[in-house]
Each structure stands twice: as C-alpha cells, then as structure tokens.
C-alpha cells in the first residue's frame, strides 16, 4: 500500500432513520464539540465499540498519555445504537450458510469472541453497568419452520464437535418463554450477552470521560501525516503521535482498503411501548431476544422497561449491499413492508401494536470475513470491518489495535491477526447487482424464517 502524506475523508457518515436503541432513553450526557487547536499522544476516530474498547485498552496501557476521542455525531447515533444487541461468543459469520466455518477456526473465535465478551464484562463492572444494560443471559436460536428446524440440528451437531453446551428448548416452551406460539424449537446457548446498546455505549463513555477526552459532532475531514500527525475536524484540529481509525466500513472513505469491503445495510423497526393489556395478552417473559435459525431469518428482541423506556418488541430482518454506503428509501419502504409482516406472524395478538420507530444499520463485511485491521500508515492503525457483529468483533479490533500499537506483539493479538488479508471484490455493477439478487434469493428459501 503506498504510503500517504494528506488523507482527504471522501464522505461522512449517514444512517437512515432514527437510533432507536438511543431514542427510547432518557436526555443524553453532551461532549463538546472539538472548537480548538490541541495536541495529544493518541487520537482514536471514532465512538462505537471499537473506539471505546480501543480507548479503554490504551488508557490501561499508556499510564499518563493524552488519550482524544472523537465522534463524527453523537455517541449511541450511528451503527453502535442501531444493532440489535446481542454479543455472541460462538460462530456467526454472516457470510455463511449456517453460521458455521472450519474446525480450528471456529474454536479460535469463539476464544477472541470470549475475550472480547470478558472485555466488555470488565468494563460493566468497572462503570457500574447493571443487568438492564449488560445481562449475561445466553442466547436462543429458534425455528419456526421445518427448515428451520433442520438448520437447527445441524447447528447442534456442529456445536457437539466443538464440544460446547447447548440446551434444545421445545415448541411449549418457546410459547411460555416468548409468548408466541410460532417457534418449533429452539437451541440455547449460555455464553452470549445481551445489551441495551446505546445504554452500554453512553455509560461506557461516561466512564471513560474522566480520562479521555470525548468530542462529538467533530468529523474527520482530513489527515495530515507526518513526524507528527495533524487530525482535522470542521472547527478544529489535533497534532498527535498515533491514530487509531474504529470507523468500520467508512475506513474506506480514508482511502483504505479499496475494492475489498462490503457495505451492508439491515434493518429494523421498534414498537411503541406496549400496554398493560397488550403484555398480559402477549404472556411469556419479559426480556429475551431469538435469532433466526436460517441467517437470512428474522432476529426478534423483547426489551422490557430499560431506564423508562417501556416495553417493546424489535423486529430484524432484510439486508442490502450499498457500496454508496447510504441506504435508498426505496430499501427502508421494504424493509418495513417485510418486518411488519414477520411481526404480524409472529404476535397476532398484537394487532394494532404501531411500530415506533424503523430504521436501517452499517455493516461491513470482506468476502472472506476478515477483518480491515493493522498498521495502515506509520501510527496510523486500523479496527475496521467487524463482519456484522460488531459488538463482540468492534470490541476486540479496538482492545487489539491498542495492543499493537502500543505493544506491538501479546499472545490475543498474535491469534487475532493469524488471518489472510480481504479479498479483492468483483467490479460493479456486477457486484452489486449480484450481491443483491443473491441476497433476495435467500431471504425467499427463508421463507417463513424471514
């Protein structure tokens, strides 16, 4: 890769719709906005899992280093309040057809997943997360479908040849656990969180602002590299020794990484806070979150009460490659079409129930599922590219970028980057014709999954 002396950032992120996972909170903590000349030891680019992991990990690190984060808008805004929660420890590349891969591969993840899971369980303790936040309660993939059904026992075989507990829960007791009646099965697995995302972001953040300086509403426009290196913001700028970019797919906006990222757009929509009447008819528990069975499926999320925010039911399903990284109207009207329909499968006792709020997310995958990751300039690395989980995968790119940029070798990191580089895309439009023809393909053989 040739080395750069003036990085002009091609665009800005957009997200369409609302955070709702920040919405439904109460008034947000404000940071400042980067209005000044200022200088740094490290500047992280970036305010979602992977920054904050990455500022937590170099705070630890460094001892009395100046530490600035900032944040292109408001912290919980973009991507990091947009997902639907879940930090999953075993296999679940969305690249594959049944969330499996290779043996050994598998087992290494699930070790970096685990560590990236330990990270952020540190973190909960040490800013006083509670369970509403961060809850360790294991996760359910569910079918509703004898399709559905048969990717679940494969699913269970592949998790006996890695030797990892799992639990089959039946049609009665999907029905008690969610109140609906449309699982067949399910399987349960004890080793995931569950997290109010944007509640986990801010809280996060609030800790870590005794140590590291927060900005927001303070995007990158350019990068001047150098001995020193010069970040510039729209009212501002920053003279640093280090950067470390947990932008995800916008790294490609840097320059990096050209002609090798998938930018994904999912979609999801919230209901409005149910009522006394609606929960009692809907029965069940209060909070639990099911993940399809077929990775084209619909992930469904009941959250209960987090901080006043009432009880609600998330719906998660339709996915679009947009190499513009911007999502069209046209891909939310669908989006909605399809997960009113998933919703109205699944609770016809909530008939009348509006969604609140709907919404589209950034992913970034590789066609190989690795991650945009290392040393791209000199001090300038990257924690890019979380292959749609970028709860657990954003937190361990950020805790593996501090370690290499400031250690340079640790045993993680050395399993963490025992990976090839991205592979190189087909040129559109045929990627993206394909990519999307292909993705409606599947999502009909979902069928009812979806």
Not at 403 to 419: K, N
């Amino acid at each position: 890769m040739a080395k750069k002396n003036n990085i002009a950032v091609k665009r800005l992120p957009l997200d369409p719709g609302p955070a709702a996972w920040n919405s439904i909170l109460p008034e947000a903590q404000k940071y400042p906005t980067l209005t000044s000349d200022i200088q740094a030891d490290w500047v992280i680019v970036g305010g979602g899992f992977a920054g904050l992991a990455a500022a937590e990990r170099l705070s630890q690190l460094v001892g009395n280093e100046t530490i600035v984060l900032v944040e292109a808008g408001r912290l919980a805004e973009g991507p990091a309040g947009r997902n639907s929660g879940f930090m999953i420890d075993l296999p679940h590349e969305l690249n594959s057809e049944t969330y499996a891969g290779a043996h050994e591969q598998d087992l290494r993840q699930i070790r970096l997943n685990r560590a990236a899971i330990d990270f952020a369980r540190d973190m909960a303790r040490e800013y006083d997360i509670g369970p509403d936040v961060f809850d360790s309660c294991g996760k359910v993939t569910a079918a509703g479908s004898d399709k559905g059904v048969a990717h679940i026992e494969s699913y269970r075989k592949h998790l006996e040849t890695l030797g990892e507990r799992y639990e089959l829960r039946s049609a009665a007791e999907m029905k008690d656990w969610t109140g609906s009646d449309f699982y067949q099965k399910g399987l349960f697995t004890p080793g995931a969180v569950m997290i109010q995302p944007a509640g986990f972001i801010r809280q996060v953040a609030h800790g870590l602002s005794k140590r590291v300086s927060i900005y927001e509403n303070s995007p990158v426009t350019e990068m001047q590299l150098g001995a020193d290196h010069t970040v510039l913001t729209p009212r501002g700028k920053i003279r640093t020794k280090g950067v470390i970019l947990a932008v995800n797919g916008h790294v490609q906006s840097f320059g990096f990484f050209p002609g090798r990222l998938l930018h994904v757009f999912t979609y999801a929509s919230m209901t409005r806070a149910l009522s006394r009447d609606e929960v009692k008819r809907l029965g069940g528990t209060k909070d639990w979150g099911v993940l399809p069975a077929d990775p084209m499926g619909t992930t469904v999320r009941r959250s209960s009460d987090c901080m006043g925010s009432g009880d609600r039911i998330v719906i998660r399903n339709h996915a679009t490659l947009n190499q513009s990284i911007e999502a069209t109207p046209g891909n939310m009207k669908r989006a909605a079409m399809l997960q009113d329909r998933s919703f109205a499968n699944r609770f016809p006792m909530l008939t009348g129930v509006d969604m609140e709020y709907r919404w589209g997310g950034r992913l970034c995958l590789t066609l190989n599922s690795v991650p945009a990751f290392g040393e791209v300039e000199n001090r300038v690395w990257s924690a890019c590219c979380q292959n749609g989980l970028g709860t657990v995968k954003g937190t361990l790119s950020g805790m593996m970028a501090a370690e290499q940029a400031v250690l340079g070798h640790s045993e993680l990191l050395d399993q963490f980057i025992d990976y090839a580089v991205p592979s190189r895309l087909p040129p559109d439009p045929f990627l993206s014709i394909g990519a999307n023809v292909t993705m409606r393909f599947k999502e009909w053989q979902a069928g009812i999954e979806l």
